[in-house]
Nanobody, 127 residues
Framework: QVQLEESGGGLVQPGGSLRLACAAS????????IGWFRQAPGRAREGVAC????????HYAGSVMDRFTISRDNGENTVYLQMTGLKPEDTAVYYC????????????????????WGKGTPVTVSS
């Protein structure tokens, strides 16, 4: 069955960097959209970044544009989220999620609409 396992979260100072990893198993990524979402305490889950495995296109939330990068190792079932210039408001549990792509990747990000979810990895940005 589809399994997603996130890693790489932790405590980082403002302005610092982290790289999250999402190891996917039980399926082949081809044809899927895969993305990162986050949920801060007391707030709704929101989309952060999404990648179309089909054509390599990416889409980002405005709040992370130019600071976060989603990528995939060639041919591997691991997707990364490189986060730079971290801010306290980036503090949240970060989730990896995927679904077979039938819509635009912006749709999945804006509607938090994915079929399979990991358990999340916490990121805390604090001095």
């Amino acid at each position: 069955q589809v399994q997603l396992e996130e890693s790489g979260g932790g405590l980082v100072q403002p302005g610092g960097s982290l790289r999250l990893a999402c190891a996917a198993s039980g399926f082949i990524l081809d044809g899927y959209a895969i993305g990162w979402f986050r949920q801060a305490p007391g707030r709704a889950r929101e989309g952060v970044a999404c990648l179309s495995i089909r054509d390599g296109s990416t889409h980002y939330a405005g709040s992370v544009m130019d600071r976060f990068t989603i990528s995939r190792d060639n041919g591997e079932n691991t997707v990364y989220l490189q986060m730079t210039g971290l801010k306290p408001e980036d503090t949240a549990v970060y989730y990896c999620a995927t679904g077979y792509q039938t819509r635009s990747i912006s749709y999945y990000l804006q509607n938090v609409a994915m079929d399979y979810w990991g358990k999340g990895t916490p990121v805390t940005v604090s001095s």
